[in-house]
Structure formats: structure tokens, C-alpha cells
């Protein structure tokens, strides 16, 4: 397969490693399993017993393709065995914003590859520098998860502006926005700057190391002043229970994958609102709940990713 077998139409998706094998019909839309890593890999990385295909490509989204804030490490990519359906050319004319010096390039090349679509979301990312919100010596502006500690990741630009495109409607100024999971701050500075100062952006981390980190990040960002007015906030807390006290939202987001939606979820979620949350185990898929003004409840799948789980801080941390 190459490039001119990828339709133009379907959307970017950051350079990964690709492991590709046979799988059952009932299961062919996750037939081409793309898990990403945080650095690129060499061949000698994988056994040579695991029928891989690793290569780097700017590929596009579509159910067969599996995105997100996943870290994948070398034993993982170990235990998935299986014969290769097809192989993959290494291209290197692949974007992963190495090259990329600024916070205004990076979003321009998201651009380019229709990621953002819209001014408010180019704007907003234009305004919120991702080089406040990695750990020191990180190449900032690379499409690619980010470890930040704590077994946790911030997630690639890519995917921050998906979520963003998703939401873009449920943030308008004077809305309220629920950040879950919100690690640096990054979407959660985002959301503050897209409802503005008559709008409220909460965030919630249950590692209060990083709600604490989280805060000096948006201290040195555009969304500072929101902060100190008190329309954004991040606290410690079970992400999975929400945030009731600034309830309901107009938009939630969840960096993390959950087994289930949390139920808690779903009730802080307004009437009209819309929710954007990765949702599933060993196949996760990135699902948009909306709920009518009626109340009731409409969920679509949006593509398939691979996040980290949504779980308790004691086995996020390995102390159980």
C-alpha cells in the first residue's frame, strides 16, 4: 500500500507504530491495528517473531486506523503476535512536526492536513503555546502523546484539536466545559479561552502532583487571567464522579479511555450538551454523546484510538 491508495478525503493521523494482522469479520473494522508511540522505534526493537510493519506515514483517520494518548512500549508490542496482512513502505515524507519551531506552525500544519478546520480552534491553539505544558527538554510542537509523569500522557496536538473540533459549538462564550483527566491543563486552558470569562472551564486530575503542575502551566499561559478571575479551575479529584459542584456542562471532555461511560458523566452533562470520551478496552473507540433537550441520550463513534484506561489513582500509580 502507499500513499496514492490513502483517499485525500479521510482526516490526518500522527505517525505510529503499525502492526497489522488477520482478525475475524465480526471484528474487520479494527482489522488494521495502529498503536502510537512516543518516540520512533527502529525495527531492531521488535522481535523478529512478531510479524510487524513498522512505518511512519501521514496517514489519514478512518475506523481501520486507532489514534489517541497511548504510549506503547516494546513489551506490549511483544505480546501482540500475529501474521502480517500486508506491508507497509517506510515514506519519509511524513509530518510529524520535528522541524516545526513554533507554536503558530504547528497548528498550521494541522491545518494543512484539515485537522483544524475552523478560526476559533486555530486561534484558540494559536493562543494556548503547547511548549508551557510538556516536561522541560520535550520537543513541543511534535504530533505525538507526551509522557508527563505519573503513568500519565498529554495528548498529541492532532488529537487535542479533534476534540476541540468536536466541541467547538458546546464551547461558546458564556458555556461550561468539563475537562476529565486534565493532566498539564493544556485543553482545559483551551476550553477557558473558547467560553471566556462569563463561561466556566473546570478541570479534573486525581494526581495532585499534577493538578499542581497543571496550575504553574496555565499560570504562564494565555488563559492566566481566567484563572486568577476564578472562571477556570482544576481540581483533585475522581474524574469518573465529574465535577457537581459547577454542573451542568455544556461540553465534557475524557482523556482517558473509560470501560463504560461513568454514569456521573452523563447526568453533569446539559440538556443539548455534548460529550467527547474514548470509550472500550483492547479496542477503544473515541465515542460523541449528545444529549437532546429532552434528556435523552444519542452516541456515535467517531474513530477508533488507542488512550490510557480511566481508572483510580491507586492503579493509575501501580499501588494496588
Known amino acids: ?92 515524507r511524513f509530518w510529524s512536526g520535528s522541524g516545526i519551531g513554533t507554536n503558530k506552525e504547528m497548528v498550521e500544519n494541522l491545518q494543512n492536513y484539515g485537522v483544524v478546520r475552523s478560526k476559533k480552534v486555530s486561534e484558540v491553539m494559536e493562543s494556548v503555546d503547547r ?90 499561559s494565555a488563559a492566566a487571567p481566567l484563572l486568577k478571575e476564578g472562571s477556570l479551575s482544576v481540581h483533585v479529584g475522581d474524574g469518573r464522579q465529574g465535577w457537581a459542584e459547577c454542573a451542568p456542562y455544556d461540553a465534557i471532555h475524557v482523556g482517558a479511555a473509560a470501560a463504560e461511560i461513568p454514569p456521573a458523566l452523563i447526568d453533569q452533562l446539559k440538556p443539548g450538551g455534548r460529550m467527547v470520551i474514548p470509550v472500550g478496552n483492547i479496542f477503544q473507540d473515541l465515542k460523541v454523546v449528545d444529549k437532546d433537550t429532552d434528556g435523552s441520550i444519542n452516541i456515535r463513534d467517531e474513530t477508533s484510538v488507542r488512550y490510557v484506561p480511566l481508572t483510580s489513582r491507586e492503579a493509575q500509580l501501580g499501588d494496588n
Do not use: W
Open 1 to 92: 500500500m502507499n500513499l496514492t491508495q490513502i483517499s485525500p478525503s479521510l482526516r490526518y493521523c500522527a505517525p505510529s507504530i503499525g502492526l497489522y494482522f488477520n482478525t475475524p469479520s465480526s471484528l474487520r473494522r479494527h482489522r488494521r491495528l495502529r498503536l502510537p508511540t512516543a518516540l520512533p522505534p527502529t525495527t531492531s526493537s521488535v522481535p523478529k517473531t512478531t510479524a510487524t510493519i513498522i512505518s511512519f506515514l501521514p496517514r489519514f483517520l478512518n475506523p481501520n486506523f486507532v489514534t489517541g494518548n497511548c504510549l506503547l512500549s516494546r513489551m506490549e508490542v511483544s505480546s501482540l503476535n500475529g501474521p502480517a496482512s500486508e506491508a507497509v513502505e517506510i515514506d519519509k
Open 131 to 220: 511548549a508551557f505544558f510538556v516536561p522541560d527538554g520535550v520537543p513541543p510542537y511534535v504530533d505525538t502523546p507526551v509522557p508527563i509523569g505519573y503513568n500519565a500522557t498529554i495528548s498529541a496536538p492532532h488529537m487535542h484539536a479533534t476534540c476541540l473540533q468536536l466541541l467547538e459549538k458546546h464551547l461558546q462564550p458564556g458555556m461550561r466545559a468539563l475537562d476529565v483527566g486534565s493532566g498539564t491543563g493544556y485543553l482545559t486552558a483551551c476550553f477557558a479561552l473558547m467560553v471566556g470569562p462569563k463561561g466556566r472551564a473546570v478541570g479534573v486530575e486525581h494526581i495532585p502532583e499534577l493538578v499542581a503542575s497543571s496550575i504553574k502551566n496555565i499560570e504562564k
